[in-house]
């Protein structure tokens, strides 16, 4: 009779690179259930699996709860079809809101060129520059506003 392969928090802490601490909150937000040998915790192959797919949601920018549920609706369930469609959805909404980061963040950076040409201008002693830089950056404040 083969016995279950388990797992320390030190070990499961070393594999992942994260610390006790970090594994023992995600037992309290229950998406581990180590059993117990006296006051030790022991993880089984399951626990490691949630626990590696806890750091790809987290890695992914899913929050404890979106994970959580992903995860439950996981187990022990054969038909993944359901599951797979919920997970797209979740990972739809992720992209969008990535995506639009991503268009903030080019916008904030234009801005900053901006800035920087005005000043740099401005340091030149490059009024007609400046002012020029300070009307691009006008044009696109209205433009965005």
């Not at 016995?3 to 499961?12: A, K, S």
């Amino acid at each position: 009779m083969a016995t279950e392969q388990t797992y320390t928090i030190t070990e499961l802490a070393r594999e992942f690179d994260i610390t006790p601490r970090a594994i023992r909150f995600y037992e309290d937000q229950g998406l581990l259930t180590p059993s117990r040998a006296g006051r030790a915790r022991v993880y089984t192959r399951v626990d490691r699996t949630r626990l590696k797919l806890t750091l790809r949601g987290k890695r992914l920018g899913l929050s404890l709860a979106e994970v959580r549920e992903l995860i439950d609706m996981y187990d022990g369930v054969r038909n993944s079809a359901p599951q797979l469609r919920r997970f797209m959805k979740v990972l739809a909404v992720r992209r969008a809101a990535l995506e639009q980061q991503r268009e903030d963040i080019e916008a904030v950076l234009c801005e900053i060129a901006m800035l920087e040409k005005q000043c740099t201008e401005l340091l030149g002693h490059n009024a007609a520059g400046a002012a020029v830089a300070k009307a691009e950056l006008d044009e696109r404040m209205r433009n965005t506003a």
